[in-house]
């Protein structure tokens, strides 16, 4: 079975600054999804950003990068010019590929607080 | 991508009543999902909802607790019937279709009195 890890479960940055949020996962698969959801405290699951498996480019959404590494089963979370409205929990995710059936793997989450 | 409207958004109930969360997608979704998730922990799935057949239920969540129906592409309910104070939680739909990615609801905050 897949499973996602997140070791932090609190992380601090100061507003401007830049935060890495760590994930790593287990899977026995080739092909996948990673995704980063953050949840503020309205509750709402707001996608951050996705990857495929097959894609060796890291993606990137604006102020969201992702350092993919497969081999390492890797998948950290990088906030740059972190904002106050990046305080939120943020759950890495785990999806098999060509499964609409497959549900997802959250990991425990990670607390962000951002610091004026 | 897919907008889900949950409702209720927070409900606070009686013990041995029931309370019915409904999910409406705008767009018709193959796979709708229901979640429990205590507060600053992570998603527990309960059930995987498909159209037309019965829900598959996760180890520890039984029909007759979670009672769930499905009746077309777009919506879905789920019960949460004989409350007790341990059901208190955050309850989450979500659903995938032709995306990647899954689409969440708002969440229901449930507390049992």
């Known amino acids: 079975a897949q499973t996602v890890t997140q070791s932090q479960p609190e992380m601090s940055v100061q507003e401007a600054e830049t935060v890495t949020l760590s994930c790593t996962y287990d899977t026995s698969e080739s092909d996948y999804y990673l995704f980063w959801y953050k949840q503020p405290p309205s509750r709402q699951m707001i996608l951050v950003i996705r990857?495929?498996?097959?894609?060796?480019q890291n993606a990137t959404e604006n102020r969201f990068s992702v350092n993919f590494q497969k081999a390492a089963k890797s998948f950290s979370l990088k906030i740059s010019d972190s904002q106050l409205g990046d305080a939120a929990m943020y759950f890495c995710a785990y999806r098999r590929a060509r499964s609409y059936g497959q549900n997802f793997v959250f990991g425990p989450g990670t607390r962000l607080s951002v610091l004026p | 991508s897919a907008v889900i409207s949950q409702k209720p958004s927070r409900d606070i109930c009686q013990r041995g009543t029931s309370l019915t969360i409904q999910c409406q997608v705008d767009?018709?979704?193959?796979?709708m999902f229901w979640y429990r998730q205590q507060p600053g922990q992570s998603l527990t799935l309960i059930a995987t909802a498909n159209q037309g057949s019965e829900a598959t239920y996760e180890s520890g969540f039984v029909i007759d607790k979670f009672p769930i129906s499905r009746p077309n592409l777009t919506f879905s309910t789920l019960t949460v019937s004989n409350m007790s104070p341990e059901d208190s939680s955050i309850y989450l739909c979500?659903?995938?279709?032709?995306?990647?990615?899954?689409?969440f609801g708002q969440g229901t905050r449930l507390t049992v009195v």
């Open positions: 990857q495929e498996a097959y894609k060796q």
């Open positions: 767009s018709q979704v193959t796979m």
């Open positions: 979500s659903a995938t279709g032709g995306f990647t990615e899954a689409f």
